[in-house]
């Protein structure tokens, strides 16, 4: 199982999201940066997740080789913190501008009063800047910290960004999984989960069609986000608790070793739905999800 899933798996469905999803955000951050002619809160929030993505799988093709070559890494260290770092931040800041998304469509229609006062593309270029500041600083703080790649269990590869040592998870790693967990995952499903169905019940008392198509749009994104996102934040916490010695059954930890390299493959997997969720926010656009 380790064998299928680590060496054949994961290539396959990182070649699948670069050969739909680099397209697919290319032409979404081309329409939405230089095709649109009245920005918004939306169209910069847009665009961002587009860049985030775009970096996530123009990383990939260092993670196909690395598992092609039975997991073990071959670009040296610095190599390892760059790409690692670059591909577990943009993850995150995806999941952010799919949070401030959520949030703007909330208040477009939960509360449209006080988002005409607050829709000034200014404050979203504003918040993503702020965004962008605090990966690019915690990008740089992983990347000079020292060695992200070890050696594996038993075994003479080199590991990247996994399969750590106790003493790292304790000094260097800890505090960062904390804030990952926290402000990464557990801040943006809670908002998610709270925001888009009474999103969907305001829009739901508007009876036209375009509203009605609201509705499925954001089912559409509300589904997507929970299929790509939830079993990686449910599996990254049990992942912590087992690094903590928590949980301490060894067999139970190497489900979880296993179940987070999946999750993290299912997350790449939102980067070639994103371009179908731009597509189909753009075509249903009037007066509900595009203002």
Known sequence: ?????????????????????????????????????????????????????????????????????????????????????????????????????????????????????????WCALIASVVLWCAVGVAILVFILMGPLK???????????????????????LGPYSILGLVFGSLVPTIIILVCYPLAVRRISLIRTRTAQKAVRVIYTILVIMLLCFLPNHIVYLLHLLYRWEMIQNCSFGRAIYNARRITMALITLNTCLDPVLYYVTTKNKPNILGK
């Open 1 to 121: 199982m380790k064998a299928f899933s680590g060496y054949h798996l994961f290539p396959a469905v990182y070649i699948l999201a670069l050969l739909v999803g680099l397209p697919g955000n290319l032409a979404a951050l081309f329409v939405f940066t230089f095709k649109i002619t009245h920005r918004t809160a939306f169209s910069i929030y847009i665009s961002n997740l587009a860049v985030a993505d775009i970096i996530i799988l123009c990383v990939l093709p260092f993670r196909i080789h690395y598992h092609i070559n039975r997991n073990n890494w071959q670009f040296g260290d610095f190599t390892c913190r760059l790409t690692g770092t670059l591909y577990y931040a943009n993850i995150y800041m995806s999941i952010c501008f799919m949070t401030c998304i959520c949030v703007d469509r909330y208040m477009a229609t939960v509360h449209p009063h006080n988002y005409l006062r607050m829709r000034s593309p």
């Open 150 to 172: 070890t050696n594996s269990d038993n075994s003479q590869n080199l590991s990247c960004f996994e399969n750590f040592a106790k003493i790292e998870w304790d000094t260097r």
